[in-house]
Nanobody, 115 residues
Framework: QVQLVESGGGLVQAGGSLTVSCVASGRTNSVSTMGWYRQAPGKQRELVAAITGSSSTNYAASVTGRFTISRDNAKNTALLQMNSLKPEDTAVYYC?????????WGQGTQVTVSS
């Protein structure tokens, strides 16, 4: 089993930056992909970014060029650096980690971007 704890959300002005973190514990040696989904009020959940065990990354088109996901396998941690934030980035960001066949979820962290 894997437990995920995420932090780093908050309130930021448009154009600013935030970094959210996700720390995994438990059976972390078996974790492959980590990443974040986000969900804004009245909108569907969307994949923001993901990073594989070999550090290959992919991003939602809406955040490409602004967000960077990374991981430190030794520390069982993933980071999502969010730059040039826009009000439409406002959402609850949920970290996930895959341990086949299960996906584990963090508790979520609120990111609010003001205009």
């Amino acid at each position: 089993q894997v437990q995920l704890v995420e932090s780093g959300g908050g309130l930021v002005q448009a154009g600013g930056s935030l970094t959210v973190s996700c720390v995994a514990s438990g059976r972390t040696n078996s974790v492959s992909t980590m990443g974040w989904y986000r969900q804004a009020p009245g909108k569907q959940r969307e994949l923001v970014a993901a990073i594989t065990g070999s550090s290959s990354t992919n991003y939602a088109a809406s955040v490409t060029g602004r967000f960077t996901i990374s991981r430190d396998n030794a520390k069982n941690t993933a980071l999502l650096q969010m730059n040039s934030l826009k009000p439409e980035d406002t959402a609850v960001y949920y970290c996930f980690a895959r341990l086949l066949p299960t996906t584990y979820w963090g508790q979520g962290t609120q990111v609010t971007v003001s205009s």
